[in-house]
């Protein structure tokens, strides 16, 4: 009997610690991953100008969110790294790039899990590559109410987990994950070999500098002060982060 693939939707924010967990999963031979399904279509939709717009626009798929949806769900896989069929897939999706348009009927398909950070951290790590920053560029309130409602349609709160918790014990925290989503945990996710990946995103030749470099996930930073224009914009996220971080597991 051909068993059909785990698909888990993890969601977070940008500069979370979303890439290296995506290096974690992808050291594990049963799984493939995939950087960020969405963002040539939301680029696209939404006109902005981020870093290598043409580039991503140009590799993804930007004009059918549908068929992006049926990839996350439903199109058989193809081997990964390893050269094995993968159990599982692993999403590594931005909360921000589920525009309105999306039927979000989708998530009932998929093994949903929520990666937090503090809101201070991700925008004192925003602000090195972009100086003006919005609410919705951070995904706080968009992470929020996905939360919600497949909290809402799971009638129990999914999986939650602080990158702080990770850096500070991934031997501890990464099986904690894998039982909460009900996957065998696997060593291997503990550390990787450095360098770039066939399946990072093209945009990582701009964002992935640290990932690139890492061999695990690293110990917690030290704090860093915001600019001062930034401390409204924490108070503004504040609330959607503490809304979640009380499920952390």
């Known amino acids: 009997m051909t068993r059909h693939p785990t698909r888990l939707a993890m969601w977070s924010g940008p500069r979370n610690i979303s890439t290296a967990m995506m290096r974690a999963f992808e050291n594990r031979t049963d799984c493939l991953v995939w950087d960020?399904?969405?963002?040539?279509?939301?680029?696209k939709q939404t006109g902005l100008n981020h870093p290598m717009r043409g580039e991503v626009i140009a590799v993804g798929e930007a004009d059918d969110w549908r068929a992006i949806v049926a990839d996350c769900t439903v199109t058989p896989l193809g081997q990964n790294r390893h050269g094995e069929q993968p159990?599982?897939?692993?999403?590594?999706h931005m909360t921000h790039h589920m525009l309105p348009e999306i039927d979000l009927k989708w998530l009932g398909k998929v093994t949903n899990a929520f990666l937090i950070r503090r809101p201070e951290?991700?925008?004192?790590?925003?602000?090195?590559?972009?100086?003006?920053?919005?609410l919705r560029d951070v995904g706080f309130q968009e992470q929020a109410e996905l939360f919600d409602r497949v909290a809402q349609k799971k009638g129990a709160a999914p999986v939650?987990?602080?990158?702080?918790?990770?850096?500070?014990?991934?031997?501890?925290?990464?099986?904690?994950?894998?039982?909460?989503?009900?996957?065998?945990?696997?060593?291997a996710m503990l550390s990787w070999p450095a360098g770039r990946r066939e399946s990072d995103g093209v945009w990582g030749v701009h964002w992935y500098h640290s990932v690139e470099a890492s061999t695990g996930l690293a110990k917690p930073r030290a704090a860093r002060p915001l600019p001062d224009h930034l401390y409204p914009l924490a108070e503004a996220c504040?609330?959607?982060?503490?809304?979640?971080a009380q499920y952390r597991i």
């Open 36 to 43: 960020e399904p969405f963002y040539a279509w939301y680029l």
């Open 87 to 92: 159990t599982l897939h692993y999403q590594k």
């Open 121 to 134: 951290a991700v925008l004192a790590s925003y602000h090195d590559r972009h100086t003006e920053i919005t």
């Open 160 to 187: 939650v987990m602080d990158s702080d918790d990770i850096l500070a014990d991934p031997a501890s925290a990464l099986p904690r994950l894998c039982e909460g989503l009900g996957i065998p945990f696997d060593a």
């Open 238 to 244: 504040r609330p959607f982060y503490d809304r979640l």
